[in-house]
């Protein structure tokens, strides 16, 4: 069996497969350690870990001692590339992409034929553009829900609102509302954008993941939702690099 991994910003997803099939999944915070209890229970059957990452490099190395604590060695990072299965790199330096960004993309290339957005709404924003040929347009990125509250929080220090999951964009009549609503009223400018980036590159298919992408899709994006993209993305990088 293989594992996939995704560890994020904020958030670590994993899956076990045994060929194409999906045997056991989890998620957890990136500070959490119940991931390596759930993973403990099939670590003898584990013979291979593809790894998708944007943390830091002693978080990364972290990550492999973690794994070498379950006697899991055979361990493989993959990285941002040219091209896979078609679809091409806008980046002229790949290595500067964030890895999730290649997989999430790779993943919604592998789903259908034909072009399509991506957006995966995380710690961070990300937006991409890939059209019928596989080219990548190239794309955006945006601070997430949780940064732009921590960053009202943590520099305006006389801003004090509640936490709240708000669904409307209606002028605030308290600071909590003005914060909330404030913050669908941004998603929803982003959301007009992507629509208008649709129409103009011609895509008809619109694909969303990560923690906040529900709740982007409430605001009114008109997307799928794909919670694992980012692992369906990097199976199809660990298949073709193991030759499975």
Same mark, same amino acid.
């Given at each position: 069996?293989?594992?996939?991994?995704?560890?994020?910003?904020?958030?670590?997803?994993?899956?076990?497969? %045994?060929?194409?099939?999906?045997?056991?999944?989890?998620?957890?915070?990136?500070?959490?350690?119940?991931?390596?209890?759930?993973?403990?229970?099939?670590?003898?059957?584990?013979?291979?870990?593809?790894?998708?990452?944007?943390?830091?490099? #002693?978080?990364? &190395?972290?990550?492999?001692?973690?794994?070498?604590?379950?006697?899991?060695?055979?361990?493989?990072?993959?990285?941002?590339?040219? %091209?896979? %299965?078609?679809?091409?790199?806008?980046?002229?330096?790949?290595?500067?992409?964030?890895?999730?960004?290649?997989?999430?993309?790779?993943?919604?290339?592998?789903?259908?034929?034909?072009?399509?957005?991506?957006?995966?709404?995380?710690?961070?924003?990300?937006?991409?553009?890939?059209?019928?040929?596989?080219?990548?347009?190239?794309?955006?990125?945006?601070?997430?829900?949780?940064?732009?509250?921590?960053?009202?929080?943590?520099?305006?220090?006389?801003?004090?609102?509640?936490?709240?999951?708000?669904?409307?964009?209606?002028?605030?009549?308290?600071?909590?509302?003005?914060?909330?609503?404030?913050?669908?009223?941004?998603?929803?400018?982003?959301?007009?954008?992507?629509?208008?980036?649709?129409?103009?590159?011609?895509?008809?298919?619109?694909?969303?993941?990560?923690?906040?992408?529900?709740?982007?899709?409430?605001?009114?994006?008109?997307? %799928?939702?794909?919670?694992?993209?980012? &692992?369906?993305?990097?199976?199809?990088?660990?298949?073709? #690099?193991?030759?499975?």
């Amino acid at each position: 069996m293989r594992l996939l991994i995704d560890a994020g910003n904020t958030r670590l997803k994993w899956q076990l497969r %045994e060929g194409d099939r999906i045997v056991a999944r989890g998620a957890h915070l990136l500070n959490e350690s119940g991931w390596l209890g759930e993973i403990a229970a099939y670590a003898r059957h584990i013979q291979h870990v593809a790894v998708s990452t944007v943390v830091s490099e #002693a978080k990364r &190395l972290e990550l492999v001692s973690a794994l070498a604590d379950l006697a899991i060695s055979d361990v493989h990072f993959y990285w941002s590339e040219e %091209e896979r %299965e078609g679809l091409h790199n806008s980046y002229s330096e790949v290595h500067r992409m964030g890895a999730d960004r290649w997989h999430v993309m790779v993943g919604g290339w592998s789903r259908k034929p034909g072009g399509f957005a991506v957006i995966d709404a995380g710690s961070a924003i990300t937006v991409d553009y890939v059209s019928d040929n596989g080219h990548h347009h190239g794309g955006y990125i945006l601070p997430g829900k949780h940064m732009m509250l921590r960053s009202l929080q943590q520099d305006a220090a006389r801003i004090n609102f509640e936490s709240l999951d708000a669904d409307a964009n209606l002028p605030g009549k308290s600071t909590t509302e003005c914060v909330q609503h404030g913050l669908v009223w941004l998603w929803q400018g982003v959301i007009g954008q992507v629509i208008s980036d649709c129409r103009e590159f011609g895509l008809s298919q619109v694909y969303c993941t990560g923690g906040d992408g529900q709740a982007l899709m409430a605001a009114g994006l008109p997307a %799928e939702y794909e919670p694992d993209l980012v &692992l369906e993305g990097l199976a199809v990088v660990d298949a073709g #690099a193991s030759g499975q």
